[in-house]
């Protein structure tokens, strides 16, 4: 079975410092790892898909298939980055299912 | 990209009744996804609808519960039966876009009393 581990409910951090929201996962094939973001009273959207290796927003993802991981970051986190953000895995046998962590809501700091 | 659509938009129910929510896309598309979110909890899948066959439904939904009908590619419902106060949520509808990227609807918040 695949499962999304986003083991922070809640990252608070100060305008400008770093943020880094962690997410691991468990799947025996090759998945794709995307970070879905909800912004207050606005629908869920992609922020950034693993394959795609972009940054968007100044957040980027690695992943890691070693550690089974695919954590956001930003190196200066604004106050229009506090939301909820989760981490989904797509693979195999699951079709195109997307099983979601269980999110992290970041609040910025001014 | 897709636009989505969701009938009503917010409800609130007497326990013993059903609902049916509507889910509208503005393009044809051959996966819908109906989620649902539980107050201060994830997304977690309800069953995927496709157009021309009956709705998968994962682990611990059944059909009796939440019936989806899916009667062409622009259009999906799903009704949520003879509620209780355990079925508010919200629910959300998505569609995957060529196996790319998955699109969520605003979602339809759910009260039941």
């Known amino acids: 079975a695949q499962r999304v581990t986003q083991p922070e409910k809640l990252l608070s951090v100060f305008k400008g410092a770093p943020v880094e929201l962690k997410c691991n996962y468990s799947y025996s094939g090759s998945p794709e790892l995307f970070w879905y973001v909800q912004y207050s009273r606005q629908r869920l959207q992609l922020l950034l898909r693993h394959i795609s290796r972009e940054s968007i927003k100044g957040f980027t993802a690695d992943l890691n298939k070693g550690e089974t991981s695919f954590h956001l970051k930003k190196p200066f986190a604004q106050e229009e980055d506090s939301a909820m953000y989760y981490c989904a895995l797509r693979g195999g046998a699951a079709g195109n299912k997307l099983t979601f962590g269980g999110g992290t809501r970041v609040l910025v700091k001014p | 990209s897709a636009v989505i659509s969701q009938k009503p938009s917010r409800d609130i129910c007497q326990r013993g009744t059903s609902l049916t929510i509507q889910c509208q896309v503005d393009?044809?598309?051959?996966?819908m996804f109906w989620y649902r979110q539980q107050p201060g909890q994830s997304l977690t899948l309800i069953a995927t609808?496709?157009?021309?066959?009956?709705?998968?439904?994962e682990s611990g939904f059944v059909i009796d519960k939440f019936p989806i009908s899916r009667p062409n590619l622009t259009f999906s419902t799903l009704t949520v039966s003879n509620m209780s106060p355990e079925d508010s949520s919200i629910y959300l509808c998505?569609?995957?876009?060529?196996?790319?990227?998955?699109?969520f609807g605003p979602g339809t918040r759910l009260t039941v009393l």
């Open positions: 609808a496709n157009q021309g066959s009956e709705a998968t439904y």
């Open positions: 998505s569609v995957d876009i060529w196996g790319d990227e998955q699109f």
């Open positions: 393009s044809q598309v051959t996966m």
